[in-house]
């Protein structure tokens, strides 16, 4: 056979899908030929060796750091939380260390704001800044892991966390206090080039942290563990390269609850999920606004397969903070379900977001329900148009997608001087759509 014919061949069945070209089968060949998994020296560091004890009252954040300490001194292994409920504050990951949470043990996390002091340099809805440390947080990290068939509580629920997000039916009263005001200023802060160092939020204010967020880290695995009440988005890899999530059960409803955010990363793999989340189940992004194009590092060659999307907002989002860009995305053999889930894959921007989204391939998707489209790209979110950075979105291929019922098949709005250009959709069959399709200025 020829090469063109060859190459088809080959890539095909390494990306698992018919529906890929031949360049394009080969690009998400290569991309899956550079993700490998870190690998750590096979010794245990127990963390009750170190006095943490698994009543779930004794406080032993410190004990968690002195084991993560000895194991990192010893040249890496696996910090094990054994089998009982611990409770602990802040959690951070050093080189070469597996944090192993084992089946049966609860790594609780602590209610008490302070506990996530002093503040981290970390992103806050695509915007830099320093404030309250991830529950589990790595910098600048090389070999890092969180493995295990245990449960991570965030504790977060409609008195603890949650209010901030100022929503009337969770806790929240008028007066009591909120996020809006330091969402504002951080915002504020991004669009002026404030330097980082002097965007200080953190105790005294009201900015939720994530749960997990590795920053500039290379070598990730995340794998197999359960998260539930986390105080916003669940896993958050920023500037990230070489990074996996695997066989992880999100479970957590709050606001902004997303399940995976990969933001400005480069090689990754999301595979065997299971999200049922308060928004977005997967949400790719790449920083927001001025900020966003400041950093100017798009997410790239993102792999995510063999998933399950429960409830949330969107199975698949792209955006809205996706200022760096997103390119190189595919999508596939995903299952996605619920009155609660509102859209299969859904691409948000606006003009002041900008950036260019493209190469997002979407396929052999199989949809029971969703409560608005199955394919949604909306240039209308938030502040929609009159900014001075439309957005591109360009060779966005959906194919072998089926769909049992929705509100709306396409769901598409874009500018009437930058209509919505580059979707192609094929071999897909959208049944009981309800209103059909919804297209504004598409080209």
């Known amino acids: 056979m020829d090469r063109r014919t060859f190459l088809t061949a080959t890539a095909g069945l390494i990306a698992g899908s018919k529906f890929l070209s031949a360049d394009s089968a080969g690009e998400q060949a290569a991309i899956l030929s550079r993700i490998k998994a870190p690998v750590f020296p096979g010794r245990d560091f127990d963390i009750t060796r170190y006095g943490a004890a698994g009543d779930g009252q004794k406080d032993c954040t410190e004990a968690i750091r002195k084991a993560i300490a000895a194991c990192t001194a010893a040249g890496g292994g696996h910090v094990v939380v054994p089998r009982g409920v611990f409770v602990t504050g802040a959690v951070h990951l050093d080189n070469n260390v597996n944090l ?25 809805e695509g915007t830099e800044c320093m404030n309250f440390s991830p529950f589990i947080y790595a910098f600048e990290k090389t070999n ?117 955010d990969p933001e400005s990363c480069t090689d990754m793999l999301v595979e065997k999920c299971t999200f049922s989340t308060g928004d977005d ?95 949604d790209i909306d240039f209308f979110y938030e502040e929609g148009e009159g900014g001075p950075f439309k957005p591109v979105v360009d060779n966005v291929v959906v194919s072998g997608v089926t769909s049992k019922k929705s509100k709306y098949g396409l769901y598409l709005r874009g500018y009437k001087d930058d209509p919505i250009r580059g979707l192609k959709v094929t071999d897909c069959h959208f049944e009981n759509a309800a209103k059909g399709d919804f297209r504004e200025n598409v080209e």
């Open 281 to 375: 189940c997967i949400a790719i992004k790449s920083g927001r606004n001025v900020d966003g194009r400041r950093v100017n590092v798009p997410t790239a060659n993102l792999i995510i397969r063999d998933c399950d999307m429960k409830d949330g907002h969107g199975g698949v989002s792209i955006g809205s903070e996706a200022s760096g860009g997103v390119r190189n995305v595919f999508v596939e053999n995903c299952r996605m379900s619920s009155p609660n889930l509102d859209r299969a894959l859904r691409i948000k921007t606006n003009s002041y977001r900008g950036g260019v989204i493209e190469n997002i391939y979407f396929q052999n998707v199989t949809v029971g329900q969703v409560a608005e489209a199955v394919i």
């Open 100 to 124: 192993h949470v084992d089946e049966g043990a609860t790594l609780r996390f602590s209610r008490d704001p302070l506990q996530y002091m002093p503040v981290v340099f970390t992103r806050w």
């Open 144 to 260: 890092i892991g969180l493995s295990g068939g245990g449960t991570l509580d965030g504790q977060a629920d409609c008195e603890h966390w949650w209010p901030w997000k100022a929503r009337t039916g969770c806790g929240w009263k008028k007066g009591d206090p909120s996020q809006e005001a330091d969402r504002n200023a951080l915002m504020a802060a991004g669009d002026r080039n404030v330097p980082v160092a002097a965007r200080i939020f953190g105790a005294g204010h009201y900015l939720r942290p994530c749960f997990v967020q590795p920053y500039r880290c290379n070598n990730v695995l995340i794998e197999d563990v359960k998260i539930v009440n986390s105080p916003m988005w669940e896993l958050n890899p920023v500037l990230c390269k070489n990074a996996i999530v695997r066989g992880v059960n999100i479970d957590t409803h709050g606001p902004n609850n997303d399940g995976c």
